[in-house]
């Protein structure tokens, strides 16, 4: 999806039958961002493999959030939990009806508010959907500034001195003119 290099997926969940319905939504992810890669997708009471910076632990459980998912945190990874969203918090993403579906809840730290099957996230039926959850979990990078001085007209003697843009018009009807001389002379 795009340029942005999508995570390699855990997936940690309880029982809840929400939850359970959107594991294969959660598949068809795994398979759309990492085609070579089979996704980590195994109940809670199974332990979490090493997570690098480029995992993103999806925790669909009611249970917080393990000592293995705060260090993921710390590092520079991504979590996605399953749970409510602040009012004063910024939706990143809707269920395609206006509700709120994914909001950031801190560095690394995003909240899912609906479980992603069609019935409660209609939005999941759409082609671009898995593009539009990655462009939402890893924004592209802001562009780099230049400073303005770099790009300041020149000051004083400079500026005097450089070539001031003249118009071709004149010098080409000029040049035009004396090469249909120059042919009707060699005609004759």
């Known amino acids: 999806p795009g340029d942005t290099t999508a995570p390699r997926l855990v997936l940690r969940h309880d029982g809840n039958d929400a939850h359970s319905a959107s594991l294969r939504v959660w598949r068809a992810l795994a398979a759309a961002w990492q085609p070579q890669l089979s996704a980590d997708i195994a109940p809670v009471a ?58 950031r809840s801190g560095d690394g730290l995003f909240q899912l508010a609906l479980p992603l099957d069609p019935s409660s996230t209609p939005r999941v039926l759409d082609a671009d959907f898995p593009a539009r959850l990655l462009a939402a979990l890893q924004p592209q990078p802001m562009p780099q500034r230049a400073d303005a001085a770099d790009h300041a007209p020149l000051p004083g003697a400079a500026a005097l001195f450089a070539p001031t843009p003249q118009p071709l018009a004149p010098t080409l009807v000029l040049l035009i003119a004396v090469l249909f001389l120059l042919e009707r002379l060699l005609a004759s």
Do not use: C, K, R
Not at 57 to 85: K, R
């Open 46 to 103: 199974t332990p979490l493999p090493a997570l690098d910076p480029d995992t993103l632990l999806v925790w669909l459980a009611d249970a917080p959030l393990p000592a293995a998912a705060q260090s993921h945190l710390a590092e520079g990874g991504s979590v996605l939990a399953a749970g409510a969203i602040d009012d004063n918090t910024p939706a990143l993403l809707d269920n395609g009806q206006g509700t709120p579906l994914l909001a």
